[in-house]
């Protein structure tokens, strides 16, 4: 809250047109108690000031200059939240109080959480993370207060496990990531802290997983962005972006025999038919299309979707690279022209059967 009192009256009495003599005299003290008033070095007394607010006709709150701060819970917990995003010195203290306030509410324990554990990984400050862990463990007895969807119980345990980590206890921290794994979410972290443990081999078939799981994601992102790519008529950045994508596909074969990211190449050439026939260049449509068409007849003849032919993959079993472009490569080509809605390069694929 502001307290902007001794401007306050300055500004009153200079709009009046008074001296701080002027202004003493109407109030029966002396000059020298205006002066330390305007100057914040004292305070009126409250008598006084209710005959000032009367004076200028203003209210008091406006002499005062005082603005309450909404302590709703949601914006307590939005302001500890930029607190946090911004490092403010005041942080620790505000969560301080929001939680005397507050000691059983989700999101302002959560905020609190993660407020003190931010504050407290660098510099590694061990009270602010003690009381960090405590409050995120308390968090999950709240969780069912909880309405934000960002925020489930695999973020918490996620943040509890960094928060060990940060304290030097490894082991807890992996134990917490491995109970909590579900679906891949924490691969590449146990895989992190198993390489540190120099337990390279558990280590590196974490990792592969996590990579197998970040190609699929990046064709998800790329056909996505594409889309708002194309339909804001922004062509170079299209095709900025597959070329992009098929660098990154080329560093991950071993060799030029298929493999599985065969698919992909040939969603990314057809999108980049698709381009040319949208900025007037027909003859190198035809021309990506037809070297889609080469390799998706290579692949489809023998097709291999077994991730471990791929660079930087080890794992012991195997492992295939499911995605949303069909069975085959020629069924990836016709997923490009349905997912883009050309009828131009359907016209053109047809004739190339």
Known sequence: MNNDLASNIRAFRKERGLTQEQLAEVFGVTVGAV????????????????????????????????????????????????????????????????????????????????????????????????????????????????????????????????ISQTMGDTAKALEIYKAHNAGGAFDIRIGQILAQSKDYKQADEYLSRALVKQLGDKLNLITGKLLCYFGTKEYEQARSLIEAGLNENAAFRVDDKPNVLDKYDCFFLSALAYIELKTGTKKKASEYLKKAKEIAERFDSAPDNDVRNLRFINISESLMLHDSLGKTCMDSIGFTIKYLKAQELEKLWETMK
């Open 35 to 162: 002066h330390k008033w305007e100057n914040g070095m004292s305070t009126p007394e409250l008598s006084l000031i209710l005959e000032m607010a009367d004076f200028f006709d203003t209210s008091l709150d406006v002499l005062i200059g005082f603005e309450a701060r909404d302590n709703r819970v949601e914006m307590l917990a939005s302001r500890l939240r930029r607190m946090t995003y911004t490092m403010d010195p005041e942080g620790p203290s505000e969560a301080e109080k929001a939680l005397k306030k507050y000691p059983h509410n989700f999101a302002v324990v959560f905020e609190c959480a993660l407020l003190y554990g931010v504050y407290g990984i660098e510099p590694k400050n061990t009270k602010y993370l003690s009381q960090s862990r405590a409050l995120f463990e308390q968090a999950l007895t709240l969780i069912s207060q909880n309405t934000d969807p960002s925020i489930d119980e695999t973020v918490i345990y996620a943040q509890l496990a960094i």
